[in-house]
């Protein structure tokens, strides 16, 4: 149920990933059901690759396929996004356990944005590792001319008299 580290998630499909689970979880403790709760999650999204693949579902429920053979089906499609494969992984096992779904996404939406925020951290440390070369080439050297053009109009004045 771990993201496999072998595939590069970007941030921001992790964020949007972790706020599709909010919205699903927002309306299973309205009162809706997992296939309403989905649906008005799919709606709340903005154009995104997680919005796309959503929708594939929507249109197998459509089709006439129960809500759990559609999530089966986009599961074993090679071009479902991977966050939301996340998502439907989680979702399926929970309906066939019997686990309680509320808390299987609380913990999963919790995992997107810790995986999200120590992304963000591990870039947060790359930055002065990257900034010391254009210090070094192009800052450090206009100091130099700055401080040292000073002390060289006083040489030049102390040898001119």
């Known amino acids: ?4 580290k072998n595939k590069i998630i970007s941030i921001y499909q992790l964020q949007k ?3 599709f689970v909010d919205f699903i979880l927002l309306n299973l403790e ?3 059901n997992l296939e309403q ?3 008005h999650a799919v709606s709340n999204l903005e154009g995104s690759l997680l919005k796309q693949s959503a929708q594939k579902i929507l249109t197998h429920c459509q089709i006439g396929l129960s809500f759990g053979e559609s ?3 986009i599961l074993t499609l090679e071009e479902t996004e991977l966050v939301l494969k996340e998502i439907l992984e989680n979702l399926s096992l929970s309906l066939k356990l019997g686990s ?3 808390q299987i996404l609380n913990h999963l939406s919790f995992h997107f944005r810790l995986v999200a925020t120590s992304r963000l951290e591990e870039l947060a440390h790359e930055a002065p590792v990257k900034m010391i070369f254009p210090l070094v080439i192009f800052i450090f ?3 130099f001319i700055l401080l040292g053009a000073g002390a060289l109009e006083n040489l030049v004045r102390s040898f001119n008299f």
């Open 1 to 4: 149920m771990i993201l496999k």
């Open 37 to 39: 709760s989905f649906i």
């Open 141 to 143: 050297p206009v100091i």
């Open 100 to 102: 309680p779904l509320i």
């Open 30 to 32: 309205a009162g809706s």
């Open 17 to 19: 990933g972790a706020d």
């Open 71 to 73: 999530i089966n089906h």
